[in-house]
């Protein structure tokens, strides 16, 4: 995974808040300890649930909390062995090509092998983007991020939130803004 800034990943992050900025880099951080290519949805839901008060209120109480945080430490010394070496694509998001998504917008995250994001990441951060351009924000906040990613029921985030037992439904639908929810592609 490309440690050093490009100019893509500066623009990119750039439009986040102080909050997100950190959750996506201790994402990147975890991915790079874990041993893993890309940034996930796991990933991303981790530091979320560990630095997003807003977050953490929609998954639930403590205990659900707790129940959550739980599988995540898992996935380094047991649950998520599988996912190593492989690439989460939950088909949420066509393969982009070229710098566009298929949909024809840029492409801001990339999904190539190079460039540090699963596509179920990108399809999630690309979401999050377009609930804030929605609401008229510029920026973009972690709830917007775990909106997205409830919503895939095939990425490994989702398959963490089941297994700690939050219905993903319910949580996707706690969230404000649920019903101006765009899908990528």
Not at 85 to 93: K, N, P
Not at 149 to 170: F, K, M, Q, S, Y
């Amino acid at each position: 995974m490309p440690a050093q800034t490009t100019p893509l990943r500066a623009a990119v992050e750039g439009v986040l808040t102080v909050e997100l900025a950190s959750v996506v880099a201790g994402a990147r951080r975890r991915a790079l300890r874990d041993g893993d290519r890309q940034i996930d949805t796991a990933h991303l839901l981790h530091s979320l649930m560990e630095s997003d008060p807003e977050v953490r209120a929609a998954v639930g109480d403590a205990s659900q909390i707790a129940r959550v945080l739980g599988y995540l430490v898992q996935r380094s010394i047991g649950y998520g062995l599988r996912w190593q070496s492989s690439v989460e694509d939950s088909g949420a998001v066509p393969v982009l090509r070229e710098g566009r998504s298929a949909a024809g917008s840029p492409a801001r995250w990339g999904a190539d092998s190079g460039s540090g994001w699963s596509p179920s990441a990108v399809a999630a951060m690309e979401g999050a983007f377009a609930r804030a351009g929605l609401r008229g924000d510029a920026r973009v906040r972690g709830t917007d991020v775990l909106a997205c990613i409830a919503v895939d029921p095939r990425c490994r985030a989702v398959e963490v939130l089941r297994r700690a037992g939050v219905d993903t439904n319910l949580l996707a639908e706690r969230i404000p803004g649920r019903s101006r929810h765009v899908s990528p592609g």
